[in-house]
């Protein structure tokens, strides 16, 4: 496989001017995550408008990969459903794992969206790097403002 | 009867890499293979992958029980590995070689018998910002344990260890500096003569952690003059699962065992159980005997490199890694004080590690990213995480070269409109 299905210009340009990377001060949601064998932490803030995402954010630091992943996650799940966000995690993590579940039709262009990521599925070593925003997000939504900290590991 | 292959003179006269490499079957299945990550865990040269296989085939039993000859055989043999890391070390008496699972355990068997017998509440353990979490947290369990104190000395500003600082935090207080031989993170080498001065100049012991030293350093404890001295075998060249502590013969003495079970005893009743003397009174149940008589090869294999042979051929590289590396624009060598050895930890501008790493797997090179279970360090230097390159004997200049081509290819890759 060739490097660059990993380094996408989308992934190097996200990694490197990452969207919607800023604190929220009054989130209604928030979580950190850890991935402790690279030291990456982020921290994904949500504001939820009734059962809609009004707004989503993130902070931290970490690879291109991770930060990409972030800023497109981010990107994505601004005006989407819970329902929505979950079923996209649900389809996301499917396709960079390669493991079973899909997301409904309806989320197609948004899927497409997080296309350029799947990369990763070659590099298992990696595909925490990936997910780890997405699992920050769904603890914060879980959790709601407490400010969990879910790990990787 | 004897398992142990003869040694070949891998180098003959001038240290050649290129010919140590066809020692090492990896390399021949891994064709291609830019091996830079000796730090983490050396490979296996095949004197020591068929010596294992060669125990197990012919002279294998349990150890200090059986009647039989092959039991006696394979005590011999275990034995004789303690012979043979005596000499490597230059201890002065066999019954100052325990074995053990690796440096970790070594550690964690001084902080769990000497620890609670000789220091109080309120006394001090001095540690550096150098160490590996093996040499930070067992010290940090003893201190929770019976309330001691640890304390920090730090680097200076070049990377390397604040001798006068060191020197400043030893007091009457001080049991035991533990401090690295060289660190695992950034190739800094520490004085460890002058460290033991000043504190056995105060009464206090000195580990050493001596992990990334003894594959490198021809090591002698008793010119060194410390009180314990650890590492493991893997990274010299031999089995997982085997290491070593060397502990003073009358410390030894003085400690109490810190695992009971098998082997380890004298009389056992239900009331009352009476130990062994040191080394066994420390190694509890079965030990890795093919560990320890593949780290015997290993160690023979090294003698047959010469030592002397291996630092020189690696503080050469060191030096060409430093002045190859250093010339690239965007990368900048962690700083490692005044020696530094084997080890070339760099931060490369605008790339994570673990994306640098990923590139460079990808031309072949592999090297560690990460926090080299050094987080303090990592932290203390401003870093979440570097991308380290570490030496070994079948290593040379074309390693480097490659290596310093696949960074400039990331840097390429990363370098956008």
């Given at each position: 496989?060739?490097?660059?299905?990993?380094y996408?210009?989308?992934?190097?340009?996200?990694?490197?001017k990452?969207?919607?990377?800023?604190?929220?001060?009054?989130?209604?949601?928030?979580?950190?995550?850890?991935?402790?064998?690279?030291?990456?932490?982020?921290?994904?803030?949500?504001?939820?408008?009734?059962?809609?995402?009004?707004?989503?954010?993130?902070?931290?630091?970490g690879?291109?990969?991770?930060?990409?992943?972030?800023?497109?996650?981010?990107?994505?799940?601004?005006?989407?459903?819970?329902?929505?966000?979950?079923?996209?995690?649900?389809?996301?993590?499917?396709?960079?794992?390669?493991g079973?579940?899909a997301?409904?039709?309806t989320?197609?262009?948004?899927?497409?969206?997080?296309?350029?990521?799947?990369?990763?599925?070659?590099?298992?070593?990696?595909?925490?790097?990936?997910?780890?925003?997405?699992h920050?997000?769904?603890?914060?939504?879980?959790?709601?403002?407490?400010?969990?900290t879910v790990?990787?590991? | 009867?004897?398992?142990?292959?003869?040694l070949?003179?891998a180098?003959?006269?001038?240290?050649?890499?290129?010919r140590?490499?066809?020692?090492f079957?990896?390399?021949?299945?891994?064709?291609?293979?830019?091996?830079?990550?000796?730090?983490?865990?050396?490979?296996?040269?095949?004197?020591?992958?068929?010596?294992v296989?060669?125990?197990?085939?012919?002279?294998?039993?349990?150890?200090?029980?059986?009647?039989?000859?092959?039991?006696?055989?394979?005590?011999?043999?275990?034995?004789?590995?303690?012979?043979?890391?005596?000499r490597?070390?230059?201890?002065?008496?066999?019954?100052?070689?325990?074995?053990v699972?690796?440096?970790?355990?070594?550690?964690?068997?001084?902080?769990g018998?000497?620890?609670?017998?000789?220091?109080k509440?309120?006394?001090?353990?001095?540690?550096?910002?150098?160490?590996?979490?093996?040499?930070?947290?067992?010290?940090?369990?003893?201190?929770?344990?019976?309330?001691?104190?640890l304390?920090?000395?730090?680097?200076?500003?070049?990377?390397?260890?604040?001798?006068?600082?060191?020197?400043?935090?030893?007091?009457?207080?001080?049991?035991?500096v533990?401090?690295?031989?060289?660190?695992?993170?950034?190739?800094?080498?520490v004085?460890?003569?002058?460290?033991?001065?000043?504190?056995?100049?105060?009464?206090?012991?000195?580990?050493?952690?001596?992990?990334?030293?003894?594959?490198?350093?021809?090591?002698?404890?008793?010119?060194?003059?410390?009180?314990?001295?650890?590492?493991?075998?893997?990274?010299?060249?031999?089995?997982?699962?085997?290491?070593?502590l060397?502990?003073?013969?009358?410390?030894?003495?003085?400690?109490?065992?810190?695992q009971?079970?098998?082997?380890?005893?004298?009389e056992?009743?239900?009331?009352?159980?009476?130990?062994?003397?040191?080394?066994?009174?420390f190694?509890a149940?079965?030990?890795?005997?093919?560990?320890?008589?593949?780290?015997?090869?290993?160690?023979d294999?090294?003698e047959?490199?010469?030592?002397?042979?291996?630092?020189?051929?690696?503080?050469?590289?060191?030096?060409?890694?430093?002045d190859?590396?250093?010339?690239?624009?965007?990368?900048?060598?962690?700083?490692?004080?005044?020696?530094?050895?084997?080890?070339?930890?760099?931060?490369?501008?605008?790339?994570?590690?673990?994306d640098?790493?990923?590139?460079?797997?990808?031309?072949?090179?592999?090297v560690?990213?990460?926090h080299?279970?050094?987080?303090?360090?990592?932290?203390?230097?401003?870093?979440?995480?570097?991308?380290?390159?570490?030496?070994?004997v079948?290593?040379?200049?074309?390693?480097?070269?490659?290596?310093?081509?696949?960074?400039?290819?990331?840097q390429?890759?990363?370098?956008?409109?």
């Amino acid at each position: 496989m060739d490097l660059r299905d990993l380094y996408q210009d989308i992934i190097l340009d996200h990694g490197q001017k990452p969207r919607n990377f800023r604190a929220q001060e009054h989130p209604s949601h928030f979580a950190h995550g850890h991935n402790p064998l690279c030291g990456d932490r982020i921290t994904v803030y949500v504001t939820l408008d009734n059962d809609r995402i009004g707004d989503v954010s993130f902070q931290g630091r970490g690879c291109a990969i991770s930060q990409a992943s972030a800023s497109l996650m981010t990107e994505t799940l601004k005006g989407k459903t819970l329902a929505e966000a979950q079923a996209l995690f649900k389809g996301f993590h499917a396709k960079v794992t390669g493991g079973a579940g899909a997301a409904p039709a309806t989320l197609d262009d948004e899927m497409e969206r997080l296309e350029p990521l799947t990369g990763v599925k070659a590099y298992p070593a990696r595909v925490k790097c990936a997910t780890l925003a997405w699992h920050a997000f769904e603890a914060a939504i879980k959790n709601g403002s407490i400010g969990a900290t879910v790990k990787t590991e | 009867m004897t398992v142990v292959t003869p040694l070949r003179a891998a180098a003959g006269d001038a240290f050649d890499p290129r010919r140590i490499r066809r020692d090492f079957p990896i390399f021949e299945r891994n064709p291609g293979l830019v091996f830079l990550d000796s730090g983490a865990s050396a490979q296996k040269p095949a004197a020591v992958i068929d010596g294992v296989a060669e125990f197990y085939r012919s002279d294998y039993a349990n150890v200090h029980r059986g009647v039989y000859r092959l039991s006696a055989r394979s005590t011999e043999l275990y034995e004789e590995a303690r012979d043979k890391v005596r000499r490597f070390l230059n201890a002065a008496d066999r019954r100052e070689i325990v074995f053990v699972r690796g440096a970790t355990e070594a550690i964690n068997l001084v902080a769990g018998s000497w620890g609670p017998a000789f220091v109080k509440p309120g006394d001090e353990i001095l540690v550096t910002e150098l160490e590996h979490h093996a040499n930070i947290v067992p010290w940090q369990l003893l201190r929770d344990r019976i309330g001691c104190k640890l304390v920090v000395a730090p680097i200076d500003a070049t990377g390397g260890l604040d001798l006068g600082k060191l020197a400043a935090l030893i007091g009457p207080r001080t049991k035991l500096v533990a401090v690295t031989h060289l660190a695992n993170a950034t190739g800094a080498l520490v004085p460890i003569e002058s460290v033991v001065r000043l504190a056995h100049a105060k009464g206090a012991k000195v580990l050493v952690d001596g992990c990334q030293a003894a594959p490198r350093l021809p090591v002698d404890v008793q010119a060194l003059g410390c009180d314990f001295y650890v590492f493991s075998g893997h990274k010299t060249y031999g089995p997982t699962g085997i290491g070593v502590l060397y502990g003073k013969k009358e410390l030894l003495d003085a400690m109490p065992p810190w695992q009971g079970g098998g082997d380890m005893i004298v009389e056992v009743t239900f009331e009352k159980t009476t130990f062994q003397e040191p080394p066994h009174r420390f190694e509890a149940g079965t030990p890795d005997i093919s560990g320890a008589v593949g780290l015997a090869i290993a160690l023979d294999y090294i003698e047959g490199l010469g030592r002397q042979a291996i630092l020189d051929h690696e503080v050469a590289l060191t030096g060409y890694g430093v002045d190859r590396l250093s010339a690239l624009p965007g990368v900048h060598l962690v700083g490692a004080g005044q020696q530094r050895l084997a080890i070339l930890s760099v931060d490369v501008d605008g790339i994570h590690p673990h994306d640098l790493a990923t590139i460079l797997d990808r031309h072949g090179v592999a090297v560690r990213a990460g926090h080299h279970c050094a987080q303090p360090l990592l932290d203390k230097l401003g870093l979440g995480a570097t991308t380290r390159a570490s030496l070994g004997v079948y290593n040379d200049e074309r390693d480097i070269d490659a290596l310093a081509e696949a960074i400039q290819a990331a840097q390429a890759m990363f370098k956008r409109s």
